[in-house]
């Protein structure tokens, strides 16, 4: 479909739209109903995350992490405290590092499962958002039991994590990745080779590799557009070069490479990825203290650290320079859902308003992050 | 058939034609209402707990009677409704007042002169019209300047669009509707609802019922073709694009509530009543048991009928809770492309069919 | 390429860009302002280097006499190698070319630091505030940022020099 220039019409979708996952403002240019030209405008969910950072110790820093991304806080967490102990050099026990991948794949299952559900939920599909919402029911029940919180944990901390495990947490946890599994094929047949499913994703909003590595796309949004980047393999960090999973990438099985389509699958397969990776770290996971490595009193040496890693949307990178102070002179978050929703203007010209929430949708952005 | 027994008791009693046909009209007006309301009721506590057992969940379950937390949520429509008629009336500033106090009533026309055609039983039929089938169609399509007139009177972009979506989508598929329900009225050579019934009776083979869908392959195609073009035509899901509320928030209705709103909710059920009951007397058989010659008399009708209707309303909810939303052009390559071709070819088949076997 | 490697070929093709400073860490390099998009251009076209990725611009202060800087954050998708590039800005006067027509994401990085910072990038098309409101008053992650009294009527608050929020 190309642009047509006829009568244009502005439309506002949003701040408050069901379909904007968050207070985001879209100003679409239309002619009836295919569209010329998105227009996000940002800020409405701004809450000065890195002027706060500037004024708090590094300690304090990990519960704004945690508002940040909040449907994968976990994952939030883990690439801050993973960028202050590169910063510090310093070295966590091992149980500390399988806890902290446990955890951070348990939530990036839990926020895959609520990207996908609410990506059937933009094309008018109700029901598998229920179905995968009551089984992430039971990965925040699992997070409930170990630290205590259900959506924002607090949980990594620099050199060690809160709490350890409970006792039969190892148990709970394999006994619900049993019953996880045949639940994704539930899934597929439900959603995801449904012909209307299919008709609606397949083809829509093609995003070509050059385009999403010049936008700085990431994550699943990248892999669907092809191309094998996922930090978890090619920057290892904590101990992710351990474990054996497979990064998916989009094969425009039903269309085009980097459609719709594509970056919906992709996080369908990373769910199955990271239930391997939590199968092999659970049988793996040594005895040990989680509270031996943190520091007393947090002051890293001068100098600055950018570590990036694999948040469920995409790079999650902390840029911290510090002066010695045990506070941050200056704490940056690089944003995977940021630089997802740049791309967006790009690839839904042309396309219908139905389609431009399709599309919305499938970049799975969180406005806490973009905003901060 | 109703109203004509009616005035002919009345004018019995005196000589005053006028007066008996409207007393007439009222007096089998009001039922009709109550069953239009109660449908509404009733169909929204099914959908509910439909829905619900569809996703896992228990739904309503706190309304009922009975002293403590209810049961079954047996009430959640009748609280429901209470609440929409005690909202505040909102009719927004900007608005077109006339038009927008306007099409609530004209889509709740469209409806109501709908249901006063459906065949409920051998003698349950408020109107029995010799062209009813026609009828049904053409009052259906009332509707469609109701809700143009919502959309538009709003003033508001999102209103406009589903007013828009919602023309072009029933105006297309009321084609392959009407030209399905042709072979009905082909293989009967009747427009008449009851007639039409009463052509189904008896049976083929000896075990299925005579119905029209069973008759040949052509009307078996038919059925379907109509079933589905009405489900677009009552604006549900997998067509339900002119309300879609992940794209349009709420379409045409997005500034009604309250009462206005409650009325738009009426019609919706009204409607999925009548394509159903017209589905459900051209095709499959009516008021008729579907075992020849068993259970088939006098409030059995009823009963047959209704049920019929409440399966196909079933399927309908079914639908709503198991397929995403189409797109705009993919709805109308659906309805041009596919289906009014195949309608078109379907009267071709039946007509020689009738002329080999009829 | 080793990161060694990539500041020699910068240095190589544009002589006396690359600045000595003691500060930096390992994989960062310093470049003069006025190069800047030739080099940008040059890193991101030369199929030795190829950095296709940029990966996030981070604006810092580094206090009330130091410059602003901005740090650019490169990657390679082909080569798989990564540099940091750190320009320095006057702080009465903070320029440097924009990049944001050569890696596409520049562009909301930009504006964001521009929001923050109050760093000019020449050439922009669009430099906007993107996460403050337009009409907001100075740059706020500056160090010598004093907030605003109101905003529309609103009272802003107010942050203690080292006791944290009032």
């Known amino acids: 479909m190309g642009i047509v220039h006829g009568d244009q019409m502005i439309l506002n979708i949003g701040p408050q739209h069901p379909s904007t996952h968050g207070v985001l403002r879209l100003e679409v240019k239309t002619d009836g109903e295919i569209v010329s030209e998105v227009k996000p405008y940002l800020g409405y969910l701004h809450r000065c995350f890195e002027k706060h950072c500037e004024n708090v110790t590094y300690e304090q820093v990990v519960p704004y992490t945690d508002r940040c991304d909040y449907l994968a806080a976990m994952n ?52 598998p958002f229920l179905y995968m919402l009551r089984d992430r029911e039971r990965i925040l029940d699992m997070f409930e039991y170990t630290c205590g919180a259900r959506l924002l944990y607090n949980y990594m901390w620099v050199g060690g994590v809160s709490h350890d495990l409970p006792k039969d947490f190892v148990q709970i946890c ?13 899934y597929n047949e439900l959603l995801t080779y449904n012909k209307i499913f299919i008709e609606r994703t397949a083809d829509v909003g093609v995003l070509p590799a050059d385009v999403a590595v010049s936008f700085g796309v990431t994550g699943p949004n990248l892999r669907g557009s092809g191309v094998k980047w996922d930090v978890r393999k090619d920057e290892p960090y904590s101990i992710y070069d351990r474990f054996d999973f497979d990064v998916p990438t989009g094969t425009g099985e039903f269309g085009t490479v980097g459609d719709c389509f594509d970056r919906y699958w992709v996080r369908m397969l990373e769910v199955k990825e990271s239930v391997k990776i939590l199968r092999q770290a659970l049988k793996d996971i040594p005895d040990g203290d989680v509270h031996q490595a943190i520091p007393k009193k947090i002051r890293p040496p001068k100098g600055s650290v950018y570590r990036r890693t694999e948040s469920p949307r995409g790079d999650l990178g902390y840029y911290i320079v510090s002066d010695g102070t045990p506070v941050a002179t200056r704490l940056k978050m690089r944003s995977p859902a940021f630089t997802a929703l740049s791309v967006l203007d790009e690839i839904s010209r042309g396309w219908m308003i139905s389609d431009v929430i399709a599309i919305l949708g499938s970049l799975d952005i969180v406005l806490g992050e973009i905003d901060r | ?74 009430l959640q429509t009748v609280a429901d409704a209470v609440k929409l008629l005690v909202k505040e009336d909102t009719v927004p500033e900007s608005s077109d007042k006339v038009l927008f106090k306007m099409a609530p009533f004209i889509i709740f026309i469209g409806a109501f002169m709908g249901l006063a055609a459906v065949p409920f039983s051998q003698t349950l039929q408020v109107v029995d019209f010799n062209v009813g089938v026609f009828y049904i169609i053409a ?18 972009k999102w209103s406009l669009y589903g007013a828009m979506r919602s023309a072009a989508q029933i105006i297309s598929y009321e084609i392959p509707a009407g030209l399905s329900i042709i072979i009905p009225i082909m293989m009967a050579g009747t427009m008449n609802l009851q007639e039409l019934i009463h052509f189904q009776s008896g049976s083929v083979w000896g075990i299925l019922p005579n119905w029209i869908i069973f008759n040949n392959p052509f009307s078996f195609i038919a059925f379907f073709i109509f079933f589905i073009s009405a489900i677009a035509e009552t604006n549900r899901t997998p067509f339900d694009i002119p309300e879609a509320e992940s ?24 409607n999925m009543l009548i394509v159903s009951g017209l589905a459900v007397a051209g095709f499959l058989g009516g008021w008729q048991s579907p075992i020849p010659g068993l259970f088939d008399s006098g409030a059995w009708g009823l009963f047959w009928f209704m049920g019929k209707v409440a399966s196909l309303i079933f399927i309908m909810m079914w639908f709503r809770w198991t397929f995403p939303r189409l797109r705009v052009d993919q709805l109308m390559h659906v309805c041009w492309k596919v289906f009014i071709p195949i309608a078109m070819l379907n009267i071709f088949g039946v007509g020689i069919w009738k002329l080999i076997f009829g | ?20 400073n003691e500060g930096l860490g390992d994989h960062q390099v310093e470049l003069k302002g006025e190069q800047w998009i030739e080099i940008a251009t040059y890193m991101k076209t030369d199929p030795t280097l190829c950095f296709d990725q940029l990966e996030c611009i981070t604006g810092v202060d580094t206090g009330e006499e130091g410059p602003l800087q901005s740090r650019y954050n490169l990657h390679s998708m082909e080569h798989r190698h990564k540099i940091e590039v750190v320009i320095c800005h006057d702080r009465k006067n903070p320029k440097v070319a924009s990049i944001e027509q050569l890696w596409r994401i520049g562009d909301w990085f930009e504006r964001e630091t521009y929001d923050m910072f109050g760093i ?26 004093e907030g605003q009294e109101s905003y529309h009527g609103i009272i802003v608050p107010k942050i203690k020099e080292e006791e944290g929020w009032e």
Request: proline share 4%; with cysteine.
């Open chain 1, 76 to 127: 939030s967490n883990f690439g801050y405290v993973v960028a202050m102990e590169e910063l510090m050099e310093i070295k966590v026990p091992e149980r500390v590092d399988y806890i902290r991948v446990i955890m951070g794949e348990l939530n990036r299952v839990a926020s895959h499962l609520l990207a996908l559900g609410v990506y059937g939920l933009d094309v008018g599909a109700f029901t």
């Open chain 1, 174 to 186: 394999l006994d619900f990745l049993d019953y996880f599994e045949p639940q994704i094929s539930e």
């Open chain 2, 1 to 74: 058939m109703t109203v004509d027994l009616l005035i002919d008791w009345l004018n019995t009693i005196g000589d005053f034609p006028v007066l008996a046909f409207i007393l007439a009209v009222v007096i089998s007006g009001i039922p009709l209402f109550l069953v239009m309301a109660l449908n509404a009721m009733v169909a929204v506590y099914v959908e509910r707990k439909v829905s619900a057992f569809m996703m896992d969940r228990i739904g309503p379950m706190g309304q009922g009677p009975g002293l403590h937390a209810g049961k079954w949520g047996l």
């Open chain 2, 139 to 156: 009052v259906g399509s009332i509707g469609v300047i109701g809700i143009v007139m919502a959309g538009w009177a709003s003033n508001n």
């Open chain 2, 247 to 270: 794209e349009l928030v709420a379409g045409w209705m997005t500034e009604y509530s309250g009462f206005r709103w409650a009325i738009f909710f009426l019609s919706e059920y009204a």
């Open chain 3, 1 to 20: 390429m080793t990161f060694a490697e990539i500041k020699a070929t910068i240095e190589k093709q544009y002589p006396g860009s690359v600045l000595e």
């Open chain 3, 120 to 145: 000019v990038y020449e050439g922009h098309r669009d430099l906007r505030r993107i996460l403050c409101p337009d009409d907001w008053e100075g740059w706020p992650l500056r160090k010598d940022y």
